[in-house]
């Protein structure tokens, strides 16, 4: 059955039993392949069980930012090893469903695919600066929150625009804010990321390249951009030392900091404080937590500043 340009689908439809799920079916083929291919793709039990999981979690989100539920904001703190003190911390959004909690690694991808990754923005960046006004970051001893953007913010101009209204509605301080973007953004068109970063740049926002070193090719490109941050993949942490210095290597003239991420022994710290990184980020550290645990958490070095 041909269903778009390029695009051939055998159908093996005999678990399906209602009309509605074909669709579903049918719809996920287009958008998910909607690149040319070579190969017939088998929309088979598996793609099918895949399919409705992906409708599940889309549901799930739609109820939890309508009926303001089962969304949490959690903190994890950022070590300055300059300072010996955390001097940062990175908003990350929690599904608390009660039929078990759903990993931002699978409904993120979800709210994209969905439409509704607009509205997992306004949720994180309002819940961050509700917390900033509750919480002056400076009497927590904390310069800045990062806060991670999808790439279809940059990519989608009624997206960005929604980023800048809840921007400014929110009254969200610039200068405390550090938006993390991945190495994918640099999959679509660069030139239309690089202005719009310039624009939030020119704002007093920071930048952090999230998760680097996990595959971009144009790797060269990316670090060309004005990224304040860079923060290492625990993947490249948790390879040989060889690695782990050629990426340190590339980042050389990069003119940023350097955070690493994924530390999880005391061995790895003591190691990586005879590098050239700046910061680092784990579970040796702490897990990511809520708001008043976070709080709670930085007290003993919010005492020792006053």
Known sequence: MDI??????IPDVSFVTKFDDLENLVDYAIRTYSSPIKKPILLDREVFLGVQRDLYVADCLRIALAEKKWLEVYFQPIYSLAEQRFTSAEALLRLHHPDGSISPVEFIPVAERAGIINYINTYVIESVSDFMRERNLNLLNIQRININLSGKVFSDREIFSDLLEVIRSNRVRPELVCFEVTEAVGGGNVGLFESRMD???RMGFLFALDDFGTGFSNISRMLSLPFDIVKIDKGILDSSKKV???TLSLLSHANCTITVEGV??????????????????????????PAGQFVSFLEPQTQSAG
């Open 264 to 289: 999880e022994t005391a061995e790895q710290v003591e190691w990586l404080k005879t590098t050239n990184v700046d910061c680092l980020q784990g579970f040796f550290f702490a897990r990511p937590m």
């Open 244 to 246: 782990f210095f050629d």
């Open 4 to 9: 778009a340009a390029n695009l051939h689908v």
């Open 199 to 201: 624009m939030l740049h």
